[in-house]
């Protein structure tokens, strides 16, 4: 292969006039027309008018396209989960408290846009969950460590070895510890490390050497493992609340606390609000605050917009509907230790929770703090109600970035190659993938699922199966441990679980697709990594099967642990066939001790045929 490259690499003209087809590239940006009011809790609606991009002497690049959010993460600690009494961060402690989950993606629950009155892309819920699971098989491991910071992943992907379950049926009165970590084989069965259900929230560890998340002593395995993925996101947000130099910090940002005046940081809170970078404050005595600009590329969420080609003029309606909300946490404490215990009733969420509140297993304040309050807000903190009043829009925390954005690039052409591109290309035929979702919950252990997933489908692609623990059993909490009566919740509106970025082992055995009454498997698989890598092998891949090589982030161990997501490529079709409408119909049987929920993203192509001169959209199927 090595040959042929250079072989016709060789064979490509050269020459100045090669080098670039344009003149300049700049991005400009139009706001949100929600003039500044945005919803609390549940999902926030933000509308974006691109009707006014236009300029007659320059096109738009819409795969190269992206928002950027003002979100507001703040928490609230408290001393009774009944009156509200709030309790004052613990000092060098408050930017850990709480941060966001992989992916800015997770921030948007659903989306739409529409161009020239059609519908390109339909509102479909759990858009960032579709989003999560395309985007680890399409990125490298140098993709991640070159931007994955910038779009939200950090600088490593949440751990599956500090990935817990903390069963029903384990938990006793005497649960937590008197001593953190648990050191013996009974209390580290029954202590609720990190939470009830199934979490992921512990940072760093606080009493070992720092060993990337692994398990840096011999014991019991996957003990005293910590999520490195869940701390590079933190480590993102610089704390400007302390004096840095007299507190053993690095002294590059915020204040400088030192009597020597002429020793200054390099960057002070403000300047750091001059360039939105994020960073962490104490606002109001009690309240501790993180500031994101979350950046989310419209190719990454929508496939249609890294097709479309140059245009003079995106005539179109982009709505997003943004997770925000607040949620709070129980903390019992026995000695120094603390366990954690959320519930449906307390989480104002109402599709995926974004952030993650971190373990409190070993608490600065002892049996002080009762309880965590933490919510997300678009511009401002959260208006919510919870453990006896704890309002967090209290804390007056208001981002400098007054409204959300959409960025996009104005690119000039050179004039002898602009002509023959608007000529050629005035009805020109745009191929992308979109998607259809449904759901179905509480599957029991070891039982046979057989369904009509959906009707009357054209052009299917592929469909992802991603399974979670059941809403109706993931957090039950025995009342020995909590008299309060609290309800289990789905696992990806936990704050103490890294999903929906991660799932667990929740293992598909006796799968078949139907699609119009044929088999699209041969034989029913008992669903193996081996026919994950089979079925993904040319999903969005650079690189393809071609060279043996294929981009994402998933391993072996990591799609055995926490990453089991499951593909089945549909598209293997002759061309009436994919133009035929039929019922695409899955069985397969739930193999694991438990309940799951499974959520079904339901791939097709989509065809549009737009102008790029007016921009207008003649035909859409």
Not at 11 to 19: L, V
Not at 205 to 234: H, I, K, V
Not at 309 to 328: Q, S
Request: glycine share 8%.
């Amino acid at each position: 292969m090595s040959d042929n490259y250079e072989f016709e690499k060789s064979q490509i003209p050269q020459g100045t006039n090669y080098e670039t087809p344009y003149v300049s590239s700049n991005y400009n940006y139009v706001p949100d027309i929600n003039g500044g009011v945005y919803q609390s809790n549940g999902l926030s609606l933000v509308t974006f008018d691109l009707t006014s991009i236009y300029n007659s002497q320059s096109l738009i690049d819409p795969a190269k396209c992206f928002i950027t959010l003002p979100i507001v993460l703040a928490s609230a600690l408290v001393t009774d989960t009944t009156n509200a009494s709030l309790l004052a961060p613990v000092a060098n402690y408050g930017w850990s408290y709480a941060g966001l989950k992989s992916g800015y993606w997770n921030l948007l629950h659903q989306a739409d846009i529409t161009i020239n009155g059609k519908i390109i892309e339909q509102t479909q819920p759990f858009l960032n969950i579709y989003t999560g699971v395309k985007m680890m098989s399409e990125m490298s491991q140098d993709d991640l460590r070159s931007f994955g910071a910038s779009i939200g992943l950090g600088s490593a992907l949440d751990n599956w070895q500090s990935l817990k379950m903390n069963p029903y049926g384990n938990q006793t009165a005497t649960t937590a510890a008197a001593s953190y970590p648990p050191n013996s084989t009974a209390l580290a069965i029954n202590y609720l490390l990190g939470g009830n259900g199934i979490t992921n929230n512990l940072p760093f560890y606080f009493s070992q050497t720092a060993d990337m998340g692994d398990q840096p002593t011999p014991g019991l395995q996957y003990s005293n493992t910590y999520n490195n993925g869940f701390y590079s996101r933190l480590a993102t947000v610089v704390d400007t609340s302390v004096a840095q130099a007299t507190n053993g910090q690095n002294g590059l940002f915020g204040t400088d606390g030192t009597s020597n005046k002429s020793v200054n940081n390099i960057m002070t809170a403000t300047q750091l609000v001059n360039e939105f970078k994020n960073y962490f404050t104490i606002l109001n005595t009690n309240y501790s605050v993180s500031y994101y600009t979350a950046t989310i590329r419209m190719m990454d969420i929508f496939n249609s917009f890294k097709n479309l080609p140059l245009c003079k003029r995106l005539d179109g309606t982009l709505r997003i509907y943004v997770n925000t909300g607040a949620v709070g946490t129980f903390i019992q404490t026995v000695g120094n230790a603390g366990q954690m215990i959320t519930a449906q009733s307390s989480n104002t969420f109402t599709g995926t929770c974004p952030l993650i509140q971190s373990c409190f297993g070993q608490t600065p304040y002892g049996s002080t703090c009762k309880g965590i309050v933490s919510g997300i807000g678009i511009q401002k903190a959260p208006i919510c109600n919870l453990f006896g009043g704890v309002n967090l829009s209290s804390s007056g925390a208001s981002h400098p970035m007054p409204s959300c954005r959409f960025y996009y690039p104005q690119i000039v052409v050179k004039p002898e190659l602009l002509i023959p591109y608007i000529e050629n290309n005035r009805a020109k035929k745009v191929c992308y993938t979109s998607w259809l979702f449904n759901q179905y919950n509480g599957i029991t252990s070891g039982s046979t699922f057989s369904n009509l997933i959906q009707s009357g489908i054209k052009a299917c692609r592929g469909v992802w199966i991603i399974p979670f623990q059941s809403g109706t059993t993931n957090g039950l909490v025995n009342s020995a441990v909590l008299t309060a009566q609290l309800t289990p919740f789905s696992q990806y509106i936990s704050p103490l679980d890294s999903s929906p970025a991660t799932n667990g082992p929740f293992s598909i055995i006796n799968l078949q697709v139907t699609l119009g009454g044929t088999n699209v498997l041969n034989n029913v698989l008992s669903y193996s990594f081996e026919n994950f890598l089979e079925q993904t092998s040319m999903y969005e891949k650079l690189c393809g099967a071609d060279l043996g090589l294929s981009n994402g982030l998933i391993s072996q161990v990591m799609w055995e642990n926490a990453f089991r997501f499951y593909y089945i490529d549909c598209s293997r079709s002759t061309l009436s066939d994919l133009l035929t409408t039929k019922q695409l119909n899955i069985s397969f049987q739930n193999n694991t001790n438990c309940s799951v929920d499974y959520l079904f993203f339901i791939e097709k192509f989509s065809e549009l045929v737009i102008d790029v001169e007016s921009g207008q959209v003649s035909s859409h199927q």
